[in-house]
């Protein structure tokens, strides 16, 4: 992820095909998907993160997204389907950027290629830093961000496999969780409550996957800017 011998689309195709040797299917597509572009900021400008992650993504080049198409193709990732225009099946007819732009709207990691991580930005950071600053500890700051992302917006990866009203009733779900340990302050009743949720998604077999590759991504950016305070 980190490599700076390697092109961004690289790195990911290297680190999806180290993960398929590791484990034999995909577990982390999104994350590298994400992580790759923030790596390529931290390090050229991490103190603003931002405008760099963007000059990182305009950086893509046909190359990165030969080496991008060829990892998605080699994860497979569940409920991938197929597309009219740039399938990820077929060879890239144009660059990354403008494929993404094409998911966007049913895609939530394809978004952040077209919106400079905005989400993980504005949605992501804001609940992972606004929990720090409320005196959330341990894991709590990263639930929080969690389920910013799946009450704020229908799961990706739910929504391929099991449609929009499923991906929506999810969504309507984590706002009722949300607001619930947000007024809970015992660890006990909040844990519970998690638990409960996570019974029901897994007896639905759904899996909001894209909304923890974002949460990931999440506290990825958070440690990169903590990292730069630092060094400032």
Known sequence: VADPSLRPGQRILEAVGAT?????????????????????AAATDPADLGASVEKALAALDGDD???????IRLASPGGLGSADNHDVRDEPQTGI???????????????????????????GLHALEA???????AMWPTVFAYLAFLARFGDSHIRRKHGDAAAQRVRDEASI?????????????RLETLLA?????????????????LTVATYFSGEIR???????
């Open 20 to 40: 398929r040797e590791a484990v034999g299917t995909n577990t982390n597509l999104g994350i590298l998907l994400l992580c790759v572009p923030l790596a390529c």
């Open 65 to 71: 997204t030969h080496a991008i198409y060829e990892a």
């Open 97 to 123: 950027l403008e494929a993404m732009a094409l998911a966007a709207d049913r895609d939530l990691i394809a978004r952040q290629y077209v919106n400079g991580f905005a989400d993980v930005f504005e949605t």
């Open 131 to 137: 929990a720090r600053r409320a005196g959330e500890t």
């Open 177 to 189: 969780v949300l607001r619930t340990i947000e007024h809970v302050t015992d660890p006990d009743q």
């Open 197 to 213: 949720f996570d019974r029901s998604l897994k007896e639905q077999d759904f899996n909001p996957g894209t909304s923890a590759d």
């Open 226 to 232: 903590k990292l730069s305070a630092v060094k400032r």
